[in-house]
T-cell receptor, first 114, second 110 residues
Framework: DTAVSQTPKYLVTQMGNDKSIKCEQN?????MYWYKQDSKKFLKIMFS???????INETVPNRFSPKSPDKAHLNLHINSLELGDSAVYFC?????????????FGPGTRLTVT | SQKIEQNSEALNIQEGKTATLTCNYT??????LQWYRQDPGRGPVFLLL?????KEKRKERLKVTFDTTLKQSLFHITASQPADSATYLC?????????FGTGTSLTVIP
């Protein structure tokens, strides 16, 4: 029973293309996140989203957009891909009103832009 | 903006010793601070949370301290084992977003 799943695990594409990464959580959490982890392993938040509010990190280009069809899904759409977008993207979820407030991460999607 | 730094990118210790990792931040003190473990090719896994009004938290061989005056958290693994080898990340929460440190890669040598 995978708590947070992402597809695809690997994504290789050319510059200028548009791609999507899907994320699903079966934990019943109310908040989901997208992170980018670069080649130096630095994990940086891109978005946090619950059914009330989307918070966008100001450094994220508007080519990136999260789409949430329902509470259990938060997909990441990327337009006009650039070489610098190559990284591992992690989806995560948490329940904001819980005492521990821990995040559960997906396995990651390695995006390579050529 | 908040800057979060963790001690040396890599830390090597002998099996059985205590590993001590540091997490320093520069600006506001968060309501709480979390520690995660990340293995190669996998997502981070939550380990411990400590609140600003708590000095110390323990879980099995893990201990976390939080000093809001020094703006620092220490993460200890006692009786370290080769299986503890991984990258450890600290994270601070602000306005429902989590900001991660640079990470420390720990290697426990048998």
């Amino acid at each position: 029973d995978t708590a947070v799943s992402q597809t695809p695990k690997y994504l290789v594409t050319q510059m200028g293309n548009d791609k999507s990464i899907k994320c699903e959580q079966n934990l019943g959490h109310d908040t989901m996140y997208w992170y980018k982890q670069d080649s130096k392993k630095f994990l940086k938040i891109m978005f946090s989203y619950n059914n009330k509010e989307l918070i966008i990190n100001e450094t994220v280009p508007n080519r990136f957009s999260p789409k949430s069809p329902d509470k259990a899904h938060l997909n990441l759409h990327i337009n006009s891909l650039e070489l610098g977008d190559s990284a591992v993207y992690f989806c995560a979820s948490s329940q904001v009103d819980r005492t521990l407030y821990e995040q559960y991460f997906g396995p990651g999607t390695r995006l390579t832009v050529t | 903006s908040q800057k979060i730094e963790q001690n040396s990118e890599a830390l090597n210790i002998q099996e059985g010793k205590t590993a001590t990792l540091t997490c320093n931040y520069t600006n506001y003190s968060p309501a709480y601070l979390q520690w995660y473990r990340q293995d190669p090719g996998r997502g981070p896994v939550f380990l411990l949370l400590i609140r600003e009004n708590e000095k110390e938290k323990r879980k099995e061989r893990l201990k976390v301290t939080f000093d809001t005056t020094l703006k620092q958290s220490l993460f200890h693994i006692t009786a370290s084992q080769p299986a503890d080898s991984a990258t450890y990340l600290c994270a601070l929460e602000r306005f429902n977003q989590f900001y991660f440190g640079t990470g420390t890669s720990l290697t426990v040598i048998p």
